[in-house]
């Protein structure tokens, strides 16, 4: 499975943007799809996740109430909304797809390339 971010970008303190993942295939109800987050010499952090079949969401505490992770408008995506934005969002954003609920990136199977989130202050 392929997966590709998009919606990265630049944009200022207390604005909002929306990431896209798109999957290769169909998103089955088994699976999980999670947002991680990465700067360099930190480790990769949980953002979000969802399970697919129950639609059931999870957020890493940083972002919990300004991020909402939601399925896309095709079967094979999820979007990352985001807003509120502050400069410690800043950071390069995957998609990942796995088959258990978790926030570590062990649990992930498949990952995306990454797309570059700045925020600047």
């Known amino acids: 499975v392929q997966l590709q971010a998009s919606g990265g970008g630049l944009v200022q303190a207390g604005g909002s943007l929306s990431l896209s993942c798109a999957a290769s295939?169909?998103?089955?109800?088994?699976?999980?799809v999670g947002w991680f987050r990465q700067t360099p010499g930190k480790e990769c952090e949980f953002v979000a996740g969802i399970r697919w079949g129950r639609g059931s969401t999870y957020y890493g505490d940083s972002v919990q109430g300004r991020f909402n992770i939601v399925k896309g408008n095709a079967v094979n995506m999820v979007d990352l909304q985001m807003k509120n934005l502050k400069p410690e969002d800043t950071a390069v954003y995957y998609c990942?797809?796995?088959?258990?609920?978790?926030?570590?990136?062990?649990?992930?199977?498949?990952w995306g390339q990454g797309t570059q989130v700045t925020v600047s202050s």
């Open positions: 990942a797809l796995g088959s258990n609920v978790g926030n570590s990136p062990s649990e992930y199977t498949y």
């Open positions: 295939r169909r998103i089955f109800s088994s699976n999980v």
